[in-house]
């Protein structure tokens, strides 16, 4: 009985951390998973965490319950909100795409956070993508490894979270950037194309002529660049996932 109660403690307190994280995990934590389901996620990840800690938590007391309650919340959500990062510096590119090709507009209110069609199309391809790839597992390992950067009953310091925080939303507007890229080349060659065409021939309504070129232009480039950027986008994640409190490569 005892052993029992050991373990259903145990159990608790890896809760609390995984419960966090997967809430914010993509997939798993998207706004329209239901929250049995994302309960569910929670207690399998649960099961498979808490058998690989070696740190036992201490006996529960009011004091103990609370300060576990914070610390280990906390934690989860900080892993969770790293992983987070990488689905929105997609929705990021996604609308610097779609603001440099004139697709804002279009589908905007597709999702339940308003998107471009553009970032809409990514974030779920990269999803699946992820999820294709083994999110799951990873998510499991890098759970179970945090345990050794971020002990149980204790939290990194404030200036360390600041700076890991600071580096992380900087290396998330990188890759949106490195991954709209083409969009933002394609529109200042289109631009400075017009520009050539309407100082050639002021009489003709260049930006009429042009909308079409450009709407066609960016889905075309949209076609051919959304394999690649998915899989620069995987692999920084994987590099995350790998290593998530290092040096941002």
């Known amino acids: 009985m005892a ?3 050991a373990q259903l403690w145990v159990g608790f307190v890896v809760f609390l951390r995984v419960g966090a994280t997967v809430s914010l995990l993509p997939g798993f934590g998207e706004r329209t998973v239901p929250m049995r389901i994302k309960l569910v996620i929670a207690l399998a990840f649960t099961l498979i965490v808490a058998p690989a800690v070696s740190s036992a938590p201490p006996p529960a007391t009011a004091g103990v319950i609370a300060t576990l309650a914070l610390t280990e919340t906390l934690s989860g959500a900080l892993i969770g909100l790293g992983i ?3 689905i929105l510096a997609l929705q990021t590119a996604g609308a610097i795409a779609a603001q440099s090709t004139s ?3 279009i589908l905007g209110g597709a ?3 308003p998107l471009p069609a ?3 199309v990514l974030t779920v391809g990269a999803i699946a993508l992820a999820v294709m790839a083994g999110l799951h597992i990873k998510a499991a390992q890098l759970l179970i490894h945090s ?3 971020l002990p149980m009953g204790f939290f990194a310091g404030g200036s360390d979270v600041a ?5 992380q939303v900087a290396r998330a507007f990188e890759l949106a950037f490195v991954l709209a890229a083409p969009f933002v080349l394609m529109s200042v060659l289109y631009n400075l194309a017009l520009g050539v065409i309407n100082k050639a021939m002021p009489q003709l309504m260049v930006a009429f002529v042009g909308a079409p070129v450009i709407t066609l232009g960016g ?3 949209l076609f051919l660049a959304a394999p690649t950027m998915l899989a620069v986008w995987l692999s920084a994640l994987d590099q995350f996932m790998a290593n998530p409190f290092g040096p941002a490569p």
């Open 163 to 167: 700076d890991w925080g600071a580096a």
């Open 118 to 120: 553009m970032g809409y």
């Open 111 to 113: 999702a339940i956070e």
């Open 103 to 105: 697709l804002s507009q």
């Open 3 to 5: 052993l029992l109660q």
């Open 147 to 149: 345990y050794t950067i």
């Open 84 to 86: 987070r990062l990488f």
């Open 219 to 221: 889905l075309f480039l």
